[in-house]
């Protein structure tokens, strides 16, 4: 049992509570938080953060509008209240560095945890298994058609649980430090694979429909999602349209020992679990 408490930011969402989960079954000492947790913690509110930091030794950085306006000097101050409360070590759940303004914004981000002198852990994330059963794109699963401008690019989609895996292992283990790790599932894999692949798991029609840019930000608008969320969606599709993310990174076989989860893996635990139950039948 480890008596270096490990601060968990995010602890609601995909990665968050996968990570203070996995420190907690491993013996480690978590203070898992989020806006409604017993030490509440809200990014916004400055006031909140002292007694988040009590105390801890260790952190894990997730902030959901990295990438945005101001979100980089947030984080930097973060870190820098980090430090001076004692904090040595960051891991960061961040994306690729593909040139975009989006990517620089978290180049910003990780240098101001650097900067603050924290030990930096960088996990460049692709996009998660996870977005079809616990996100933005399980409602169109469910309605059996994956809408998007995403045209025939490819990604490495990668599992949640993988990526909470790798950040416990930066969490624990000072080998990582200074690390910035591309984060990324075994293979290289196209929307229209993804659905087929989810309509074979399901026995259920799910397709992939590639839309116009400016057809996709109109419907999502339509569908009530604000204006800016709409065109960040679009642009990182855009990226996937135009190739900027197609490789695949050993990373977390290296640090994990054992090969990333791949996504055929990830459907039939959705489909054994009902988690797409009651999509469209074809």
Not at 71 to 100: C, I
Not at 148 to 155: C, D, F, I, Y
Not at 199 to 215: C, F, L, N, Q
């Amino acid at each position: 049992m480890s008596n270096r408490l490990i601060l968990v930011t995010g602890a609601t969402g995909k990665t968050g509570r996968r990570v203070a989960s996995g420190l907690h079954e491993r013996g480690f000492a978590v203070r898992a938080v989020s806006r409604t947790s017993q030490v509440p913690f809200d990014w916004s509110d400055v006031s909140t953060w002292g007694d988040a930091l009590g105390g801890v030794r260790s952190v894990y950085i997730v902030h959901p509008g990295l990438g945005s306006d101001g979100a980089a000097e947030q984080v930097r101050a973060f870190a820098e209240a980090a430090a001076t409360a004692g904090v040595a070590r960051a891991v960061l759940a961040s994306t690729p560095d593909d040139g975009s303004p989006f990517s620089r914004s978290m180049r910003a981000a990780e240098r101001g945890i650097v900067d603050a002198g924290l030990q930096l852990t960088s996990l460049r994330l692709r996009w998660f298994h996870q977005n079809f059963s616990e996100d933005f794109l399980l409602p169109p699963v469910l309605a059996g058609e994956l809408r998007l401008p995403a045209g025939t690019g490819r990604e490495a989609f990668v599992d949640a649980d993988d990526i909470a895996e790798v950040a416990i292992a930066a969490l624990t283990d000072d080998r990582h430090a200074g690390a910035f790790y591309e984060v990324t599932g075994p293979r290289l894999l196209r929307f229209a694979e993804i659905a087929e692949a989810i309509s074979r798991g399901t026995g259920h029609s799910v397709r992939y429909v590639p839309v116009d840019p400016e057809v996709f930000v109109a419907e999502q608008i339509a569908l009530g999602v604000p204006a800016d969320w709409a065109y960040g969606l679009c642009a990182i599709y855009q990226d996937i349209a135009h190739g900027k993310l197609e490789t695949v990174s050993g990373d977390v076989e290296a640090v994990l020992g054992k090969p990333a989860r791949d996504f055929s893996a990830y459907v039939a635990r959705m489909a054994a679990d009902g988690v797409w139950h009651g999509a469209t039948a074809g």
